[in-house]
């Protein structure tokens, strides 16, 4: 039986981020800018204590309806001169206090209501081959805490991390034919797993921040992380991170994560509000903008400095 066990007392870090961006002014021919960011926001064991606006620039606050994420969304005739944002939060997360264990799970009553967990997306495949494997993973387990418990042991014991040799894309072919790639090709893999086996499964694009120096500066971030959530009816939604397992080989990540992990969305082939004309965004953690309905290049500088830590 698949037992989570965390301390009894939640373990909690504090980080002051600062997201700031430049858009250049487009050529003389643009007549719309458009730019969407995506929003840190409340999630169970992430909570947001402050966050301000100083760009000067006129926003709107909108939601996605398929994953409920929230975004600022801003439409501005084009300028002469770069377009300066930027956003600064104060975030704290927290490491949950809970002992979770199977006997709490009861089977997925209405599998529809969680439709968009379920269904194949661009390079994450659920067809046979991924339901052929679920099923020789998972054995005569029917317990679905189980059976995603075992789907992580899978993917951590046959992926290895690589950012070199990754699909750019997020692939479960790609895991599949290479086991190896970064942390989208490994959570691919694991999120295909668990939907070919009517387990609810969803991406969360974010960071994992690297320790602060011991000077307390502010320290860049760069790129960006994923990791996985699925749906067990009788728990909720539980996090796993299959890809700092595989690269660093660190323990308690199935049903729980480090407090270093900070949240920008939820979902892949996202449709942005109000929507891109572009194609869907296969990840959404980072500001996006277009120039009459084209894709606009964005310079990011993405700070952070840790608060406190109790």
């Known amino acids: 039986m698949t037992t989570l066990e965390t301390s009894a007392t939640q373990t909690r870090t504090r980080y002051e981020i600062i997201d700031g961006f430049t858009i250049g002014p487009p050529a003389e021919d643009v007549h ?7 929003v840190i926001t409340d999630t169970p064991h992430q909570r947001v204590l402050d966050m301000a606006d100083s760009s000067g620039i006129c926003w709107q606050l909108t939601r996605e309806t398929e994953f409920g994420n929230v975004m600022f969304h801003a439409c501005a005739a084009p300028l002469p001169d770069p377009l300066p944002f930027e956003i600064r939060y104060l975030i704290e997360r927290s490491s949950p206090g809970l002992t979770v264990d199977s006997g ?3 089977q997925l009553a209405t599998p529809q209501l969680f439709a968009r967990a379920l269904q194949p997306e661009k390079c994450v495949d659920v067809d046979a081959t991924t339901r052929e494997l679920a099923r020789s993973v998972a054995g005569d387990e029917t317990n679905p805490l189980e059976q995603a418990r075992r ?26 034919a290479c086991s190896v790639g970064n942390c989208n090709d490994i959570h691919a893999l694991f999120v295909s797993l668990c939907r070919s086996a009517g387990i609810p499964a969803r991406f969360v694009l974010g960071q994992a921040l690297d320790a602060p120096p011991e000077t307390g500066e502010a320290c860049d971030v760069c790129g960006y992380h994923c990791w996985a959530e699925f749906f067990i009816a009788g728990l909720g939604w539980l996090p796993a991170d ?12 199935f049903g729980a994560l480090e407090t270093n992990h900070i949240a920008w969305s939820t979902g892949r082939d996202l449709l942005l509000a109000p929507p891109q004309h572009t194609e869907r965004s296969s990840f959404f953690a980072a500001p996006y903008a277009e120039a009459d309905g084209s894709a606009y290049p964005v310079a990011r500088h993405l700070t952070y400095t840790q608060v406190n830590e109790q």
Do not use: I
């Open 104 to 106: 709490r799970v009861r």
């Open 151 to 176: 789907f992580y042991d899978h993917v951590t014991g046959s992926m290895t991390y690589s950012a070199a040799e990754q699909s750019f894309k997020g692939s479960t072919q790609h895991a599949l």
């Open 32 to 38: 719309r800018l458009q730019v969407w960011c995506p």
């Open 242 to 253: 299959a890809s700092c397992a595989t690269k660093y080989g660190t323990h308690g990540l």
